[in-house]
């Protein structure tokens, strides 16, 4: 069964004023009418926009300033009725001020849908003129009868057009519904305006007119270009076009494929060739309102014709020919060229009967030996050389991808270490609680804080300019200690684990930087020395359960801690974006440090690739939520296991290769390479016996 064809609901938009200075308001809508008019400021913008961008920016411009208020709203309102009841929303300009009839009302662009309301079927933009005619509607009783004219004058001023293509376009598109008597179509063998005069006394429903148009400034009119009797160019005013087709004729739809013919002045709606045809009382004209190319007007003819046999109403056929002329041509000032003025309620011309339109369906191969033999063969051929390209890309389109692989080195690989370091950088992935786990601690000293709140003290302490951000806090016998409460690190914290040069056993620093205003508690057992800002140490007995509080700030906040017992760390796992083995800081002599901190290394990537390492600089770069496990605290460092996905490995200063794409897949993948080797075959073996029985048929 063939498809529906759409039906509309109308929104009439009115817009009255001049000069800049207009009011707009909704006489008719699904959603209802405006209270009020809403007041606009807009001026017709002086340039035609070339680019993408300055065609949507003027789009939405216009939306903007026209659809505002409560006419937004209605509109919103209306789409949503509308795409409830699985109608169109018609979109009517009534426009009363001339200088606004130029401006390019298909550019109107809706930013919160990111849409051009022209370019969808759903929304077409219909121009509605006021003119004192009874409105005659479009639909006719088949045969619709189209009469096509085509000028090529002999001048100079007008370049040659492919005229004979658009012919034959036309006549394709037409080809079943004439051949199902829907539609007669008739061309004028000399595109002279006596001709066309004889031709309207035999009563014609459809006019195309195929050639050039332009707009007069000095007499203030449009016009088109038919020929003269001896083949050169003759100027045809609209108003006398209108003459001929509507007082000598009954032509109620025009489609005019010639440049600006939706073109007039400022001063009167009329003045345009599509005006004045539309005050004869034609219902519905299509003309351009920008000249057009060649390709363009081509598309546009074909599309226009294609959408009109399937038995679309005009709204939907010349949004279909907008979008076709959006697909095939990129230049963004071509596809609202295309102008709809139409006066009758309906745009539906005729009714495609359904046991006809069940006839049309295309039949395969060329068993059907009928009139248009020649072109169904020419369609076969066409067909069987277009799978014979598919075949043949197919068999060469491997080739440039498996190069691409085998040259391309993957870009990051699976890796497992582990590691023994006499420091490591890590960069938290994810937020983590941190310190709840380490064994009691002997000594422990705090610089680069904010803050510091003792237990003897009643409000946070703060060094003065002269004193020196620093705490000690140390256990004085084997019944007292210090032991760092659990804290809770966001994610992207940088944490440091070093066992610095000449440290003593069990000594090591760590460094953070997280976010400022963070506390860390530091629980206090018993008898503790303690020194704050390079004080005199004070010994204080804090029982069992004390604290005391350190506050972080922008600053890098470094803890030295002197574990009593660091063999009994071991913390849980935790995810990290970067790992640094490499030694920061300064030696004793103030000298910078740039030595490798790896002590022993044991690296798996790639399943059978171990390399075992002494003490030589490792580097782990461009780490992704790397997984550390088994942290623990040894004599010299730290050791621990990673598991991620780095982005490349360095042993000294050699890098390690990765292996191409190709290697990758084929050491890891091998299962989905199989599959995806049968399966090309299949799909080869499928084009090509299709390709064979269609060299066949075409035999």
């Known amino acids: 069964m063939p498809q529906q064809a759409l039906a509309y609901e109308d929104l009439r938009l009115l817009i009255e004023g001049a000069r800049g200075h207009y009011r707009a308001s909704i006489v008719e809508s699904p959603a209802g009418e405006s209270s009020t008019p809403e007041t606009v400021h807009w001026s017709v913008p002086g340039a035609r926009p070339e680019k993408e961008r300055d065609v949507r920016q003027l789009g939405g411009s216009m939306f903007d300033a026209f659809f505002s208020g409560q006419i937004r709203e209605l509109y919103r309102a209306s789409c949503a009725l509308t795409g409830a009841r699985l109608t169109g929303l018609r979109v009517k300009l009534l426009i009363d001020a001339p200088e606004l009839c130029g401006a390019p009302w298909e550019l109107l662009y809706d930013d919160r849908d990111h849409r051009y309301i022209g370019l969808s079927s759903k929304t077409p933009i219909v121009r509605h003129?006021?003119?004192?005619?009874?409105?005659?509607?479009?639909?006719?009783?088949?045969?619709?009868?189209?009469?096509?004219?085509?000028?090529?004058?002999?001048?100079?001023?007008?370049?040659?057009?492919?005229?004979?293509?658009?012919?034959?376009?036309?006549?394709?598109?037409?080809?079943?519904?004439?051949?199902?008597?829907?539609?007669?179509l008739k061309w004028l063998t000399r595109g002279t305006w006596e001709e066309l005069q004889q031709a309207m006394w035999q009563g014609w429903h459809a006019f195309h007119f195929c050639g050039h148009g332009d707009y007069d400034t000095e007499a203030g009119e449009g016009y088109l270009v038919f020929e003269n009797a001896g083949g050169g160019a003759h100027r045809l005013p609209a108003a006398q076009l209108g003459l001929l087709l509507r007082e000598q004729g009954n032509v109620r739809l025009a489609i005019l494929n010639s440049c600006k013919g939706a073109v007039g002045g400022t001063s009167t709606s009329s003045s345009s060739v599509a005006g004045a045809l539309?005050?004869?009382?034609?219902?519905?004209?299509?003309?351009?309102?920008?000249?057009?190319?060649?390709?363009?007007?081509?598309?546009?003819?074909?599309?226009?014709?294609?959408?009109?046999?399937?038995?679309?109403?005009?709204?939907?056929?010349?949004?279909?020919?907008?979008?076709?002329?959006?697909?095939?041509?990129?230049?963004p000032i071509e596809w609202w060229t295309p102008v709809l003025h139409m006066r009758s309620r309906e745009g539906a011309l005729f009714e495609v009967?359904?046991?006809?339109?069940?006839?049309?369906?295309?039949?395969?191969?060329?068993?059907?030996?009928?009139?248009?033999?020649?072109?169904?063969?020419?369609?076969?051929?066409?067909?069987?050389?277009?799978?014979?390209?598919?075949?043949?890309?197919?068999?060469?389109a491997p080739i440039p991808v498996l190069a691409v692989l085998a040259a391309t080195p993957v870009s990051s690989r699976n890796v497992t270490a582990a590691i023994e370091a006499s420091g490591a950088t890590f960069v938290l992935s994810s937020e983590?609680?941190?310190?709840?786990?380490?064994?009691?601690?002997?000594?422990?000293t705090a610089t680069g804080f904010s803050q510091l709140l003792l237990?003897?003290?009643?409000?946070?302490?703060?060094?003065?300019?002269?004193?020196?951000?620093?705490?000690?806090?140390?256990?004085?016998?084997?019944?007292?200690?210090?032991?760092?409460?659990s804290w809770i690190l966001p994610a992207g914290t940088v944490v440091t684990w070093d066992h610095s040069l000449g440290a003593n056993a069990g000594e090591y620093k760590l460094t953070l930087a997280a976010a400022a205003g963070r506390v860390l508690d530091v629980g206090l057992v018993h008898r503790i020395k303690l020194s704050r800002f390079r004080s005199t140490p004070e010994i204080h007995d804090y029982g069992t359960n004390s604290t005391m509080e350190v506050a972080s700030s922008v600053a890098l906040l470094e803890l030295t801690l002197l574990f009593r017992h660091p063999g009994a760390v071991a913390t849980p796992g935790f995810y990290v974006d970067s790992l640094e083995l490499m030694r920061r800081g300064y030696n004793e002599r103030g000298q910078p440090l740039a030595e490798s901190t790896t002590l022993r290394a044991r690296l798996d990537f790639g399943g059978p690739d171990t390399i075992a390492l002494g003490a030589t600089r490792l580097g782990l770069h461009r780490l992704h939520a790397a997984a550390i496990d088994d942290l623990r605290l040894i004599d010299r460092g730290l050791a621990f296991t990673v598991h991620g996905s780095v982005g490349g490995i360095t042993i000294g200063a050699n890098a390690v290769p990765f292996p191409s794409w190709l290697e990758h897949l084929i050491d890891e993948r091998f299962l989905y390479v199989l599959v995806g080797v049968v399966a090309y075959l299949l799909t080869l073996v499928a084009v090509t016996l299709s390709w064979r029985t269609s060299h066949v048929r075409a035999q």
């Open 432 to 444: 983590r609680e941190f310190f709840g786990d380490l064994p009691r601690l002997q000594k422990l």
């Open 278 to 331: 539309m005050q004869a009382g034609i219902g519905g004209v299509v003309a351009m309102q920008n000249p057009i190319t060649d390709q363009a007007a081509l598309t546009f003819a074909r599309v226009t014709y294609l959408a009109i046999a399937s038995g679309l109403p005009l709204e939907a056929v010349v949004s279909a020919a907008r979008v076709a002329m959006t697909l095939e041509h990129a230049t």
């Open 353 to 396: 009967p359904e046991s006809r339109a069940a006839t049309r369906e295309r039949i395969s191969g060329i068993e059907y030996l009928g009139p248009d033999l020649d072109g169904r063969l020419e369609q076969a051929l066409a067909r069987r050389r277009r799978r014979k390209r598919v075949l043949l890309s197919l068999i060469l």
């Open 455 to 485: 237990p003897e003290s009643a409000f946070p302490l703060r060094p003065r300019p002269d004193e020196d951000t620093i705490v000690t806090a140390e256990a004085i016998d084997s019944g007292s200690w210090l032991a760092l409460q």
């Open 129 to 184: 003129p006021k003119v004192p005619h009874a409105v005659e509607p479009l639909s006719v009783q088949p045969p619709l009868r189209v009469l096509g004219a085509i000028a090529s004058p002999l001048d100079p001023r007008f370049p040659p057009l492919d005229l004979d293509k658009e012919r034959a376009l036309v006549e394709n598109a037409l080809a079943e519904l004439r051949k199902a008597g829907l539609v007669e």
